[in-house]
């Protein structure tokens, strides 16, 4: 009888795995190299044994991921079946058919965009903005905000030269120039028998870097890309004088206060100069945030996490983070569909932000628990309020080249005024507006 | 016993083949042999330059293949030959193309010189020089910016040292004013050792006996140096100024690494800017005329450098 039973298990548990090798596939998530993605690789293990289907993955440090992504989509490859792509691609990627519609998809499995945080759905999965066509989803919360160290801010001494000095406690920035008047203060200084610097901020000129460190400022300077009525009218808006002043600001903030020789800074040099101890402050993703808090050296406590604090004409921070989408050259679609059904579900996007990754699923942000499960967690909540983001045109990195080659080269080589630089802007965007028949 | 082998190889041919083979002239069988190089390099060169030549009158864009292509007459022509930034960017070359090469020639000569008089342990020494040329351009690239670090690279910590200076109070790659030499140095460190090799290829084939006579004429060594050294090497000297030329106005992979092309556009050589506009902006056309513009400047100055050392190899 026993041998009997055994026999009718072998039997069904070989039904069972022929059947799922029948229609396994080997699905491909292409990403960036960072440590969410590690976190990713963990996380799909579970679906994995859940689906039967196999994952691999294709991560390309950030520098160089746009330039082989783009490549890969615009030659219609077929390495890619899950696109973690960037936000900016949105409108590319739709508009050449690089990515499969999802809307039907997400109407047949119940998926609603209702679930998830609205800033989040309008940068990462919609195309165009403000309309309820969706291309992907939300994979990936991220946000530009600040990290400092909170046990020299504790230091007495410190404290009470800052006060001297400045007339208020030494304690996390609410504006932008208070945020100046503390890199300031700590640049050059010696903590622990070492020379530290002011803040380690984004400066790097071949990618987005600067771009991505500049519009911190311009937003609350006044910043805005077109207005609601003119959405493509960049002259007096881009251009304007108040924005011009927040250039100026961020210029400032690069000849006072930064690490020597942090002229071509992003992220993993940033990450490097606040590891090792070289600054107070340090503008970054809220991605890196994990990384911080669990490093020997800087972790346990010793740091602290602000959002991009206020400028005199608003209080914005510039959106990261990044969309799942089902590349449409895929021979395994159906997979990659169930990978993102799979993906959704409260549950694993509950365990995703326990793994590292930041969730953008209300559930999971909403919980009552959430805000205090990290120390940064309530910091990724207030940067989360305040995200804008830059152009998701099609013809994105045409802009975004144009101003990386401006702003560094007034902010970093100091090239002339920020008027002319952002004049110039204006010159450079109004052409590809025009040769894309927008203007 | 050759003879026998081409003959038993004649035996062995089917009749009716040789037969076909007869019958054709020698310059259809030198076709036959020369027609799949031909082919190959149509396909790769010729048949790419003209579809070239084609895109760069339209405004098209790889990225967008359902966009429609629109034939836009020579305005991309017009656009860059206008465009200020490009004129920049050509400066820049200029200025790497001119420092890298005038500082490879004098200093690649004198270590050619130097290496070819013969002292214990000349071999050894070149190996030592001809170093960095072995390396990829990428890796070089990298520990340079690392060498050039304000605060803890060794090139500002020796400066520093030798001059006084506080080594983090300047930075090689992050300032205006350094910058276009920090790669002008690194390119220099790398490529010298090449020019060597070709000046000491020079020095060598110049025959002892020239030198034996003009010593019994009791020349100078300086008068030796300037009528016999010089004019013998000058060719091989200009030989290695096209390769370097050529190679440098192409610079992409060393300056990336080190600059970025930064700070502002202060080391965007033409070849990172023309890489740009075709993959990271996606201007097909644009880049097409870009690309265009640049061969015809390196063939059309090529060409003329070719003809001027042929008339000093006929002296």
């Given amino acids: 009888m026993k041998t009997r039973i055994a026999l009718m298990a072998a039997a069904v548990s070989a039904v069972i795995c022929g059947a799922q090798s029948a229609s396994a596939d080997d699905l491909t998530l292409c990403w960036a190299a960072w440590d969410p993605a590690n976190a990713l690789v963990e996380l799909s293990k579970d679906f994995e044994a859940e689906s039967g289907h196999t994952m691999s993955f294709e991560f390309v440090p950030w520098p160089n991921f746009a330039d082989r992504m783009l490549n890969e989509l615009n030659s219609g490859g077929q390495l890619c079946d899950l696109m973690i792509g960037d936000s900016q691609w949105i409108g590319g990627s739709a508009e050449s058919g690089h990515y499969i519609k999802l809307n039907d998809f997400f109407e047949a499995e119940g998926i609603t965009m209702d679930d998830f945080i609205p800033a989040t759905v309008t940068g990462y999965s919609e195309w165009p903005k403000g309309t309820p066509n969706y291309w992907a989803l939300p994979a990936f919360g991220d946000v530009v905000g600040w990290t400092y160290r909170k046990d020299w801010f504790e230091m007495p001494e410190l404290q009470a030269e800052f006060k001297d000095t400045y007339g208020r406690d030494l304690a996390v920035p609410e504006t932008l120039d208070e945020l100046k008047d503390i890199a300031e203060f700590f640049q050059g200084r010696e903590i622990d028998g070492k020379t530290v610097y002011g803040a380690a901020i984004y400066t790097e000129r071949g990618s987005e870097g600067i771009t991505m460190g500049v519009t911190n400022a311009l937003y609350n300077y006044g910043l805005t890309y077109g207005t609601p009525d003119e959405p493509y009218k960049l002259e007096g808006i881009v251009n304007a004088p108040e924005v011009a002043k927040g250039l100026e600001f961020y210029k400032a903030l690069y000849d006072c206060c930064v690490p020597p020789g942090s002229s071509d800074w992003y992220m993993s040099e940033n990450i490097d100069a606040y590891k090792s101890g070289q600054v107070a402050l340090q503008m970054n993703f809220a991605f890196i945030w994990p990384g911080v808090e669990a490093d020997p050296n800087v972790g346990g406590g010793k740091s602290g996490y602000f959002p991009n604090p206020a400028g005199p004409d608003g209080h914005f921070a510039q959106l990261g983070g990044q969309g799942i989408s089902v590349v449409s050259y895929s021979d395994s679609q159906d997979a990659a569909l169930e990978y993102i059904k799979w993906f959704a579900q409260p549950e694993i996007q509950a365990k995703w932000w326990e793994l590292g990754g930041y969730s953008a699923l209300k559930a999971v942000v909403e919980d009552p628990d959430f805000a205090t499960s990290q120390p940064y967690a309530q910091t990724f909540l207030d940067s989360m309020a305040i995200v804008k983001d830059f152009w998701a045109e099609p013809s994105y990195a045409s802009l975004l080249l144009a101003m990386q080659d401006r702003v560094h080269d007034y902010v970093i080589a100091g090239n002339g005024t920020a008027q002319e630089a952002l004049d110039g802007l204006v010159e450079d965007w109004t052409e590809v507006f025009e040769d894309d028949g927008k203007m | ?315």
């Fill in chain 2, 1 to 315: 016993m050759s003879n026998s082998a081409i003959e038993r190889a004649a035996a062995a041919t089917p009749p009716n083949i040789a037969r076909r083979v007869r019958g054709l002239s020698d310059r259809a069988i030198a076709w036959i042999f020369v027609a799949p190089s031909i082919f190959l390099l149509l396909a790769v060169n010729i048949f790419p330059l003209i579809w070239t030549i084609r895109l760069s009158f339209t405004n098209y864009r790889v990225n967008r293949p359902n966009a429609e292509v629109e034939w836009v007459g020579l305005r991309n022509y017009q656009r860059i030959l206008t465009d200020e930034d490009i004129w920049e960017t050509m400066q820049a070359t200029a200025h790497f193309l001119f420092w890298t090469i005038a500082l490879q020639v004098v200093i690649g000569f004198a270590l050619a010189w130097l290496i070819n008089k013969k002292f214990r342990g000349d071999n050894f020494w070149t190996t030592i020089i001809v170093l960095p040329m072995m390396l990829s351009p990428a890796v070089v690239g990298n520990f340079w910016t690392f060498l050039y670090q304000p605060q803890i690279g060794l090139f500002n910590y020796v400066v520093g040292f030798f001059s006084g200076t506080d080594p983090s109070s300047f930075s090689m790659i992050g300032e205006v004013s350094l910058a276009p030499w920090a790669i002008v140095i690194v390119d220099t460190w790398m490529w010298t050792p090449f020019v060597m090799l070709i000046c000491l290829a020079g020095l060598r084939s110049i025959p002892t006996s020239i030198y034996e006579a003009a010593e019994c004429d009791r020349a100078s060594p300086w008068r030796q140096f300037w009528t016999i050294t010089v004019p013998m090497v000058l060719p091989f000297l200009m030989l290695a100024v096209l390769f370097r030329g050529i190679e440098n106005f192409k610079m992409f992979d060393l300056v990336v690494q080190l600059t970025g092309g930064g700070p502002g556009s202060t080391t965007e050589l033409t070849s990172i800017n023309l890489k740009r506009e075709a993959f990271e902006k996606w201007r097909t056309g644009y880049a097409s005329a870009y690309a265009i513009i640049l061969f015809v400047t390196v063939f059309g100055l090529a060409s003329i450098y070719v003809k001027a050392l042929n008339k000093v190899k006929e002296r």
